[in-house]
């Protein structure tokens, strides 16, 4: 008889497929959590930044080479980014702060400051996506960075770092 104490894997490549889908399934649930709780417009907020996000990804795998260049994909992409950039100052109405959102009450103290970030962020976005409509190489790149840039200003003063969730 067989001992089942020290089980070894049989086929190495399927354990690291199994492993490999516990640690994809791992990562969706943690950021499940992360908007457990979220109701009315916080969930809005965080579905759209979710969405900001995915675009965002898409241009910059591009960026750095890691899918092929497809400006048509991109300049859609952009184009989403403008479009949600557009509604974020509906999606943070006065005391839409606290969990399970990062929002910092900085956002409502330097409002015209936020809003004006949001309508840079929607600005740069229209621009990449124009030079990228022009089926633009590399030039794409600096206008992909102020994209970036915007996105970045905004999440440095306005989102709490404290947890490394994706919260808004």
């Known amino acids: 008889m067989r001992s089942t104490s020290t089980l070894r894997p049989t086929n190495p490549t399927k354990h690291r497929a199994i492993t490999l889908a516990m640690i994809g399934f791992a990562t ?24 900001q996000q995915s675009d965002m990804k898409l241009i910059g795998d591009m960026a750095k080479g890691k899918t092929p260049f497809d ?52 600005t740069s976005a229209d621009a990449l996506g124009a030079v990228l409509a022009q089926g633009a190489n590399d030039g794409w790149k600096p206008a992909f960075q102020k994209l970036t840039d915007s996105c970045k200003a905004c999440h440095e003063n306005y989102r709490a770092k404290d947890n490394g969730h994706e919260h808004h």
Request: aromatic letters at 6%; zero cysteines; proline letters at 4%.
């Open 28 to 51: 969706f649930t943690t950021l499940a959590l992360a908007h457990e709780g979220a109701t009315g417009v916080v969930k809005e907020r965080m579905e759209l930044m979710k969405r």
């Open 71 to 122: 400006a048509a994909k991109a300049a859609l992409a952009a184009s989403d980014v403008a479009t949600t950039a557009k509604k974020i100052q509906d999606l943070f109405p006065q005391g839409s702060d606290g969990h399970p959102s990062d929002a910092l009450p900085a956002i409502w103290k330097e409002w015209d400051r936020f809003t004006g970030n949001a309508k840079e962020l929607e």
